[in-house]
Nanobody, 123 residues
Framework: QVQLVESGGGAVQAGASLRLSCAAS????????MGWFRQAPGKEREFVARISMSAGMTSYADSVKGRFTISRDNAKNTVYLQMNSLKPEDTAVYFCAASTIWAVPSAQNYNYWGQGTQVTVSS
């Protein structure tokens, strides 16, 4: 079992940066694919980024490619999402999630979820 706690959200202006962190407990973190998803009001939860167990593979949604970077520190059981050049359309609750597989980056493939952290970007 993996428990996830996100932090680092906040309210910023367009163009600013934020770094989200997700602290994991449980012995399976280092064997988990970790992902970030987000959900804006009235919209479905969408994939943002993911990183493989050893951090050898990453992938991103087209909407954040080149602006966001996902990373992980298995020694600290933590995954990060560095978000640069934030836009108002990035406003959402951001969720950290863990999966036992590297497959289609769909929410249904992720077994464990954090409670989310709010990111608000104003123009």
């Amino acid at each position: 079992q993996v428990q996830l706690v996100e932090s680092g959200g906040g309210a910023v202006q367009a163009g600013a940066s934020l770094r989200l962190s997700c602290a994991a407990s449980g012995r399976t973190f280092s064997r988990s694919t970790m992902g970030w998803f987000r959900q804006a009001p009235g919209k479905e939860r969408e994939f943002v980024a993911r990183i493989s167990m050893s951090a050898g593979m990453t992938s991103y949604a087209d909407s954040v490619k080149g602006r966001f970077t996902i990373s992980r520190d298995n020694a600290k059981n933590t995954v990060y999402l560095q978000m640069n050049s934030l836009k108002p359309e990035d406003t959402a609750v951001y969720f950290c999630a863990a999966s036992t597989i590297w497959a289609v980056p769909s929410a249904q493939n992720y077994n464990y979820w954090g409670q989310g952290t709010q990111v608000t970007v104003s123009s």
